[in-house]
Each structure stands twice: as C-alpha cells, then as structure tokens.
C-alpha cells in the first residue's frame, strides 16, 4: 500500500516535471515563430523600399548621374541597398504620375516625388526594423530564462534518481540513459538563441530628408534632361 502511494506520487511529480518542461519549451517555440514571420514581414516591406530605389535609380538612366544619386543619398555599399540601386528595374512598380506645364518640369517633379516616395518606405521599414530588433532581444532574453530555469540534464537526473521501476525507464524523461545518450538529447533539445542575420532583415537605409536635397534632386533631373532627352521622353510617355 504504502509502496503502490509512493510510486503514485512519484509519477506524478515526473509528469508534473516534465508538462512544465515542455509548456514552458512551446512558449519558446511559438514566440520564435512569430519572431520569424515578423521577419518575414520585415523583409517584404525592405523589398517595397529597395523597389522604390531601384525605380528612382532607373530615372538616373546612365551611370555617372546614378553616381551623382549615390553621393546625395549617402554611400549604400555593396550591401543589400547598393545591389538595388543598381538593379535592373523593369517597370516592376509603376512610375508616379505627376502633372507638370512641360516634359522637362515633369521629369523634375518625378525624381523629388519619387525620392520622397522612398524616403516614407524607408521610415517605414526602419520603424518595422526597430520592432524587429526588441522582439528579438524579448525573445533571446526569453531563452536565456529557459535554460536556466529549465536544465535537461538535471531534470533528467532528478526524474532518473525518482525512478523506482525499471518498466518506467525510458518512457518518461530521465529514464536508464547512458551518459552519451544524455548529451546527445540534451545538444538536441538546446534552444540557441537567435542572431540577427538569420532572419535576413538589412538594416535600414539612412537617406537625408526630402527638403535637405529638394534641390540638389531638381538640379540633377535638369541635367539628365538636357543630356538625355531622349530617354527621358521614352520614360515619360
């Protein structure tokens, strides 16, 4: 009698031991999904703005005046933003339509607006990023209290020690393991915590705002309009 209440008891401090091990793991697991699809969204909103580059660097039409685009917004690298600026960018978006007396004030209009469209897409996606980083600290943070809280190896010292029938080895965590089998399930069921590139997430693009460059902008369309007038005339039919 006594025995059959302590193996009760037994049982259920192991099951009571690990639904708190695995509740606690899912509630890891689902705030790194939402982590992830947060990324996800990140990502489609940095495309959106590396779009809007790739259109305003198609209205430089030749190289040196994309050069000229490039020292007024900064120096993009090689990074994710500087392969957009010099995308191909095959009408993807379409342009912006403005109204304007001639073509060549219409072509002015249509850089500032289109940098002032990329300007908002990359607030936006900064603001996006930002949330992004917090939640990824929340959820590193979140692991970190995991592990500590929650050591397998310990657990499954406990559970194995409270194990007073040898049929219950094995079926409920902590059971006749080797040391080797120990290790291998404890590396197995590690959560890492998560490091910024692998949610592939650039970081924003940091552009001067539309009335600091306003007239660099308009200056520039001038000169690719006198230049290339023709080309200009075929984007804007």
């Known amino acids: 009698m006594e025995e059959d209440l302590l193996a009760s008891l037994t049982r259920q401090v192991k099951e009571e031991v690990v639904e708190n091990y695995f509740r606690e793991r899912r509630l890891i697991e689902f705030q790194v999904e939402h982590l992830y699809r947060q990324a996800e969204q990140a990502r489609s ?10 259109r305003l660097s198609h209205l430089m039409i030749a190289p040196e005046m994309r050069e ?3 020292e007024i917004l900064g120096p993009p690298g090689d990074n994710f933003w500087g392969l957009r600026l010099r995308d191909d960018f095959k009408n993807r978006l379409r342009l912006i339509r403005v109204l304007a007396l001639t073509r060549r004030a219409k072509f002015k209009k249509l850089v500032v607006r289109c940098y002032s469209n990329l300007s908002d897409w990359t607030k936006k996606y900064r603001t996006v990023y930002e949330d992004l980083c917090n ?4 959820v590193n943070t979140n692991i970190d209290a995991f592990q500590k809280n929650f050591d397998l190896l310990a657990i499954m010292n406990l559970l194995r020690n409270m194990d007073i029938r040898n049929l219950e080895q094995k079926k409920i965590l902590g059971g006749n393991y080797t040391a080797s089998e120990l290790s291998e399930l404890d590396q197995s069921l590690f959560i890492h915590k998560i490091p910024m590139g692998k949610l592939v997430a650039p970081q924003p693009l940091d552009i001067p705002e539309i009335g600091q460059v306003e007239d660099r902008l308009g200056g520039l369309a001038e000169q690719i309009y006198r230049k290339y007038e023709k080309e200009v005339r075929a984007i804007l039919r």
Do not use: F
Request: aromatic letters at 0%; charged letters at 25%.
């Open 45 to 54: 909103i940095s495309h959106g703005a590396g779009e809007r580059l790739a």
């Open 68 to 70: 000229t685009l490039r």
């Open 135 to 138: 939640e990824l600290a929340a």
